[in-house]
């Protein structure tokens, strides 16, 4: 019986300048890992997770995605159909969160249907070296209704609070249009119902 429960699948994709960690960050939540060494990529990588969530099985794809602007026509094929998109900066690193800003101000403009956008900041742990402060980068989340976290794959820190986050608030919008489309069907039925009228003799 197990295997004919059906598996709900949500698409997260992953914009980040190159060896700015995202990729750790990733491993850090999936396998619980670190080794910033071990994967060396110029274009995608692909991870999922099976999570549960209200009893329901969850497959969570995450789509890490690098060099965006240089093979922007390429990649819009994998941000299409992606429920939420996390654009990650590197707090040591001011051009990466420039990048992201960049990153965002394009993607909002070209896929409208996304759910959640989200601003993560990687390696908190390297607090003394920092060009982004925190302050910055939440207000710049908040005035374009983004969550935020600030994380360290390193240190294991916020990981699994960000991801968990921006998942449950994938399932709460999806929820919500749900309820809304059903809602919008119900009126145009109700509009389309013929009136029933007495028979004249």
């Known amino acids: 019986m197990e295997d004919n429960i059906k598996i709900k699948v949500y698409k997260i994709v992953l914009l980040g300048d190159n060896y700015s960690g995202t990729t750790c960050l990733i491993r850090r939540y999936i396998y619980n890992e670190y080794d910033p060494n071990k994967y060396s990529h110029n274009t995608q990588f692909f991870e999922k997770k099976i999570i549960s969530e209200n009893g329901n099985k969850l497959s969570i794809q995450f789509w890490d995605i690098f060099n965006y602007q240089r ?20 707090i040591t690193n001011r051009a990466s969160f420039e990048n992201a800003i960049q ?52 240190s294991n820190i916020n990981v699994e609070n960000c991801f968990n986050g921006i998942i449950n608030e994938i399932i709460r919008k999806e929820e919500i249009e749900n309820e809304n489309k059903n809602l919008i069907k119900l009126n145009n039925m109700k509009r389309e119902r013929p009136s029933k009228k007495g028979c004249l003799k």
């Not at 993607?107 to 742990?125: P, R, T, Y």
């Not at 935020?148 to 794959?153: C, D, E, K, N």
């Open 71 to 90: 093979y922007y026509s390429f990649n819009r094929f994998y941000i299409n159909n992606s429920h939420g998109i996390i654009f990650t900066y590197d």
């Open 103 to 154: 990153r965002l101000n394009r993607i909002k403009e070209d896929f409208k249907e996304i759910l959640v956008f989200a601003l993560v900041g990687l390696k908190s742990d390297s607090f003394y070296d920092k060009e982004v402060r925190e302050e910055e980068a939440r207000k710049f989340a908040q005035d374009n209704n983004m969550l935020y976290y600030l994380t360290s794959a390193k």
